[in-house]
């Protein structure tokens, strides 16, 4: 099994900035496509960020220029760096993750969530 784990959430005042992880452990045999996911209250969830396993990115057109996601393949984590917060940023973030448990098995896997809000 493979578990992805958050962190780094918390409470900061608009304009402010957060970087929150994503940490991939257990039966890992290769970590591919991540991306960080968020849900704010009574709204669907949406993608923020992507990011291959060559570090290609791609950042939610509204969110460009104040997200910023990387990742270190050989700590299995992920990170989304936030800056310039806005209260309207306030939701969970998940990450989630394309990961082969062996050679010719791959499953898509989510985390927890972690809450991020944003006071004005």
């Known amino acids: 099994q493979v578990q992805l784990v958050e962190s780094g959430g918390g409470l900061v005042q608009a304009g402010g900035s957060l970087r929150l992880s994503c940490a991939a452990s257990g039966s890992i045999f290769r970590l591919h496509y991540m991306a960080w996911h968020r849900q704010a209250p009574g709204k669907q969830r949406e993608l923020v960020a992507t990011?291959?396993?060559?570090?290609?990115?791609n950042v939610a057109d509204s969110l460009k220029g104040r997200f910023t996601i990387s990742r270190d393949n050989a700590k299995n984590t992920m990170y989304l760096q936030m800056d310039s917060l806005k209260p309207e940023d306030t939701a969970v973030y998940y990450c989630?993750?394309?990961?082969?448990?062996?050679?010719?098995?791959?499953?898509?896997?989510w985390g927890q969530g972690t809450q991020v809000t944003v006071s004005s």
């Open positions: 990011i291959t396993s060559g570090s290609s990115t």
């Open positions: 989630n993750a394309y990961v082969n448990t062996s050679p010719l098995q791959m499953g898509m896997y």
